[in-house]
Nanobody, 125 residues
Framework: QVQLVESGGGLVQPGGSLRLSCAASGFIISINSMGWYRQAPGKQRELVAS??????????NYADSVKGRCTISRDNAKKTVLLQMGSLKPADTAVYYC????????????????WGQGTQVTVSS
């Protein structure tokens, strides 16, 4: 089992910045991807950003809505993923969920998907 704990959410004014952190613990081997999703009330969950590791290289992917405003990073031990968000807009208001994908077996046979409990981000005056 893998546990994901998010932190850094809260209330921020439009144009402000926020840093979200997600720490993984437990059986954390073979986690090839970590990222952030968000879900606003009445809307579907959507990808914000993710980092996928291939060998020693990390590849970042961003949703069009946050490109240029967000930076995702992952530590060398692949235990923590950070999301630095700037120029925040009211449309960014949502519950943000950390995600981790774990490869089972090698060669890979399947993938386990883990989710954090979510952290609220509210962008409002």
């Amino acid at each position: 089992q893998v546990q994901l704990v998010e932190s850094g959410g809260g209330l921020v004014q439009p144009g402000g910045s926020l840093r979200l952190s997600c720490a993984a613990s437990g059986f954390i081997i073979s986690i090839n991807s970590m990222g952030w999703y968000r879900q606003a009330p009445g809307k579907q969950r959507e990808l914000v950003a993710s980092v996928t590791t291939r060998g020693s290289t990390n590849y970042a992917n961003y949703a069009d809505s946050v490109k240029g405003r967000c930076t995702i990073s992952r530590d060398n031990a692949k235990k923590t993923v950070l999301l630095q968000m700037g120029s925040l807009k009211p449309a960014d208001t949502a519950v943000y969920y950390c995600n981790a994908d774990q490869i089972v077996g090698w060669p890979p046979k399947s993938t386990n998907h883990y989710w954090g409990q979510g952290t609220q981000v509210t962008v409002s005056s």
